[in-house]
């Protein structure tokens, strides 16, 4: 089993930055597909970064535009997410993912953290 613990969330003003962490556990979390989600109050969970176990490839909701970034280190076993030019819009509990399967960790994710909030004031 993988077990994921998200870290970082804070309040922040509007156009600040965050780094968010999730220290990942388990025999084979090196070789596994990490990602981000989001859900905000009253709307779906929705996807926001992915990478591969290497790292070598990631992939973003279009809707970012530029400003964050997911990065991996796997000596740590630990994914982070770099939020940058930060809007009320983005407040939302921020959850990571892993699985296997980098396609299937955008979309239905195998494991689940328990999540960090970001609030975000105007």
């Known amino acids: 089993q993988v077990h994921l613990v998200e870290s970082g969330g804070d309040l922040v003003q509007s156009g600040g930055s965050l780094r968010l962490s999730c220290a990942a556990s388990?025999?084979?979390?090196?070789?596994?597909?990490m990602g981000w989600f989001r859900q905000a109050p009253g709307k779906e969970r929705e996807f926001v970064a992915a990478?591969?176990?290497?790292?070598?490839?990631?992939a973003y909701a279009d809707s970012l535009n530029g400003r964050f970034a997911i990065s991996r280190d796997n000596a740590r076993n630990t994914v982070y997410l770099q939020m940058n030019s930060l809007k009320p819009e983005d407040t939302a509990g921020y959850y990571c993912?892993?699985?296997?399967?980098?396609?299937?960790?955008?979309?239905?994710?195998?494991?689940w953290g328990q999540g960090t909030q970001v609030t975000v004031s105007s």
């Open positions: 990478i591969t176990w290497s790292g070598a490839s990631t």
């Open positions: 993912a892993a699985d296997p399967i980098f396609a299937r960790v955008q979309r239905g994710p195998e494991y």
């Open positions: 388990g025999r084979f979390v090196g070789s596994y597909a």
